[in-house]
Structure formats: structure tokens, C-alpha cells
């Protein structure tokens, strides 16, 4: 496709599931990064990735969150024993090379996974 | 780590109506700028960038320049039109790879 794209679009979790999300960035990207939207608030960081290594986590909020890309391409957030501050929309993003975007190298965003944690 | 400041929303205005929306960034060295756009029910788009002081980034009207002095990234359009309705969200580089988002200004434009 031409776009990042994520599934699913909406997930509904019971507080206690596992939950995974997915992400396919555009083909041939290096970087592909998550970001957390709260409802109301602008995304925060979470993880990101060059190619699969995993390179900086510190946005990860908890160690019930996880993220992987093992070939490089697709990528899967995963996130253990759901809790409801845990509802938000999860943003992936790619970019073509693997500097920061300070070398004018702009992120595409998917859509969303929007989280909802009964 | 960097962080940024916007104006408060949501901006209401009619159409033709000037536009703008206030950016303020604390960055350590010398971060990129961007501009995102999110329309109602779509993903986070780039609107506009810049990348060094001065820089005048423009995009569908819409013109920020990085003022490195005042350390701000004001988001300016001279007419705004019903279509421009959206979240606008300012986001300097954040130290590595990341970027860092504001919380957002609404702008709704009514006929």
C-alpha cells in the first residue's frame, strides 16, 4: 500500500486481557516508531525502531508493554493485562531513512488502533 | 528532555478569517520543526516543516517560520476556509529520533 496502515482500527479489551496491534509501515522504510494519543492530548512517545533493532524504549510506560519488528518490516505492539489508563490511540509512524528527523527525514502516520480497556 | 507549548483551543473563526496559532518549544541544540494536521476522523498528516533558524516552512497556504530567538514556530494562514477545520499539532524533534507533540489547538472555521 501507499500508506502506513494498522489493525484493528478499534479493539475493546476487558481490563486483565492481552492485546496486540499491528502495524505495516510503507515498504522499504527503516524507522518505524509508536506513539500513545490519550483523548484530548497530542502523542507521546513509546518505542522505536531501525530496521529491527529495537533501538530506544523510554516511552514505554510499563513492562506490560512490548514491542517487536523481528524482519524488520511489520511491527506488533503488544500490551499484557490491560488497564483502563491504558485506553488511548496507538500511532505508528515510518520514515524512510534511519537519522532523525532533524535531517528532514518526515514521519508517516497510519491511522490509529484506538484502545478501549473496560 | 525538549517540550512544547501551544495555544489553547478550540479557535473558532469564519471563514476568511486570519489565522494563527501560537508555538513555543524549550529544545536542547538545534531541533527541527514540524507542523502535523489531524482531520476529523483521519491520521496525523505533515502539514509543514523547518529545519534551521529562519526557515520559512508553507504548505496549503499555511506559513510557520523558526524564529530560534524567541524559540517559537507560530502557525499562520491569511485566509482560512470551512475545509481547514482540524486539530493542529506542533512538534520539534525530541532528542534522538522521536518527536515531541503538543497537546493540540482545534480550530473549527464556520461559514
Known amino acids: 500500500g501507499a500508506g502506513v496502515s494498522q489493525s484493528p482500527r478499534y479493539k475493546v479489551a476487558k481490563r486483565g486481557q492481552d492485546v496486540a496491534l499491528r502495524c505495516d509501515p510503507i515498504?522499504?522504510?527503516?524507522?518505524l516508531f509508536w506513539y500513545q494519543q490519550a483523548l484530548g492530548q497530542g502523542p507521546e512517545f513509546l518505542t522505536y525502531?531501525?530496521?529491527?533493532?529495537?533501538?530506544?524504549k523510554s516511552g514505554l510506560p510499563s513492562d506490560r508493554f512490548f514491542a517487536e519488528r523481528p524482519e524488520g518490516s511489520v511491527s506488533t505492539l503488544k500490551i499484557q493485562r490491560t488497564q483502563q489508563e491504558d485506553s488511548a490511540v496507538y500511532l505508528c509512524?515510518?520514515?524512510?531513512?534511519?537519522?532523525?528527523?532533524?535531517?528532514?527525514?518526515?514521519?508517516?502516520f497510519g491511522p490509529g488502533t484506538r484502545l478501549t480497556v473496560l | 528532555g525538549n517540550s512544547v507549548t501551544q495555544m489553547e483551543g478550540p479557535v473558532t473563526l469564519s471563514e476568511e478569517a486570519f489565522l494563527t496559532i501560537n508555538c513555543t518549544y524549550t529544545?536542547?541544540?538545534?531541533?527541527?520543526l514540524f507542523w502535523y494536521v489531524q482531520y476529523p476522523g483521519e491520521g496525523l498528516q505533515l502539514l509543514l516543516k523547518?529545519?534551521?533558524?529562519?526557515d520559512k516552512g508553507s504548505n496549503k497556504g499555511f506559513e510557520a517560520t523558526y524564529r530560534k530567538e524567541t524559540t517559537s514556530f507560530h502557525l499562520e494562514k491569511g485566509s482560512v476556509q470551512v475545509s481547514d477545520s482540524a486539530v493542529y499539532f506542533c512538534?520539534?524533534?525530541?532528542?534522538?529520533?522521536?518527536?515531541?507533540f503538543g497537546t493540540g489547538t482545534q480550530l473549527k472555521v464556520e461559514l
Open positions: 509512524a515510518s520514515s524512510l531513512l534511519a537519522g532523525a528527523p532533524s535531517l528532514g527525514n518526515e514521519q508517516f
Open positions: 515498504s522499504g522504510h527503516v524507522s
Open positions: 525502531f531501525q530496521n529491527e533493532a529495537q533501538l530506544d
Open positions: 529544545a536542547t541544540g538545534y531541533p527541527s
Open positions: 523547518a529545519t534551521k533558524a529562519d
Open positions: 512538534a520539534p524533534t525530541g532528542g534522538g529520533n522521536k518527536l515531541t
